[in-house]
T-cell receptor, first 116, second 115 residues
């Protein structure tokens, strides 16, 4: 079974440009999450999808960030326009659903974003 | 609000010795607790979790963790460390009292196992 995949693995852009990150969850996982780790600090929650619906977007820092999950499969996270403080590692995770086993979130390798 | 504290930025241990990576948490309801490991240039890998039941949970690669409700702790342990265990370890909590699925992470502890 393939794990969570993320693309690209690295992205270097200039301030003011737009970047789109993609996440493909584990097949069959209805729950998809975005997190980020900025400047080596804590990993912070951004938002949570259940299928194509945004269940919780309380962690989104501002309206420069737009997440979508059309069709309830893969998700994209767009940053427009990017600022220097957006640099960090963006992680995607997925989980099957509710219940003891299904609760576990499985993480992708992350996208390392550097804004110059 | 929920929070996680990992008081040690780095833990050094000799190969073959037991290791402990500390984690304490704060939640309003009951906690779901997790440990993840990040090897260099890799993503977060799930190690183990506590949801309910036995306070001692066993996970991958010989790791275990003990849930202590009175001390609000969930320390990660291994009886005999390997050099290959050297990595960054994250403790995380989900507060069952909120209904949100978001995990709150600690700042991470770097484990260095010396040969």
């Amino acid at each position: 079974e393939a794990g969570v995949t993320q693309f690209p693995s690295h992205s270097v852009i200039e301030k003011g440009q737009t970047v789109t990150l993609r996440c493909d969850p584990i097949s069959g996982h209805d729950n998809l999450y975005w997190y980020r780790r900025v400047m080596g600090k804590e990993i912070k929650f951004l938002l949570h999808f259940v299928k194509e619906s945004k269940q919780d977007e309380s962690g989104m820092p501002n309206n420069r960030f737009l997440a979508e999950r059309t069709g309830g499969t893969y998700s994209t996270l767009k940053v427009q326009p990017a600022e220097l403080e957006d640099s960090g590692v963006y992680f995607c995770a997925s989980s099957l659903g509710t219940g003891v086993v299904q609760e576990t979130q499985y993480f992708g390798p992350g996208t390392r974003l550097l804004v110059l | 609000a929920q929070s996680v504290a990992q008081p040690e930025d780095q833990v050094n241990v000799a190969e073959g010795n037991p290791l402990t990576v500390k984690c304490t948490y704060s939640v309003s309801g009951n906690p779901y607790l997790f440990w993840y490991v990040q090897y260099p240039n890799r993503g977060l890998q799930f190690l183990l979790k506590y949801i309910t039941g036995d306070n001692l949970v066993k996970g991958s690669y010989g790791f275990e963790a003990e849930f202590n409700k009175s001390q609000t702790s969930f320390h990660l342990k291994k009886p005999s460390a390997l050099v290959s265990d050297s990595a960054l370890y994250f403790c995380a909590v989900r507060d069952m009292g909120t209904g949100r699925r978001a995990l709150t992470f600690g700042s991470g502890t770097r484990l260095q196992v010396q040969p």
